[in-house]
């Protein structure tokens, strides 16, 4: 099986990878992770939290903290989603 970029992938794959960006970063960044949106933001108790593809890790002192765990997290999410799929 052949694997290839339809033209929205080449968009999505074409951003920066792993380069958070925001304009309030002492709330909120956000970085692409294969290709898809992972956000660091503040929970409600002044924590950090990561989101990506709809699951959510927190409890971060920092947003450094949060951006630190962001590669493993987000690795966890994909594995997570692979255990998903029979066959």
Known sequence: M???LHGGGKVLMSAPQQKWHGDNPAVAQYARFAGQDMAA???DAGAFDL???GFVTG???TI???KDAAPQF???VLSHLS???DG
């Open 2 to 4: 052949e694997l290839a």
């Open 41 to 43: 933001i503040t929970d």
């Open 51 to 53: 989101l990506y593809l």
């Open 59 to 61: 409890g971060f002192p």
């Open 64 to 66: 450094d903290a949060a």
């Open 74 to 76: 987000a690795r966890r």
């Open 83 to 85: 255990s998903l799929i």
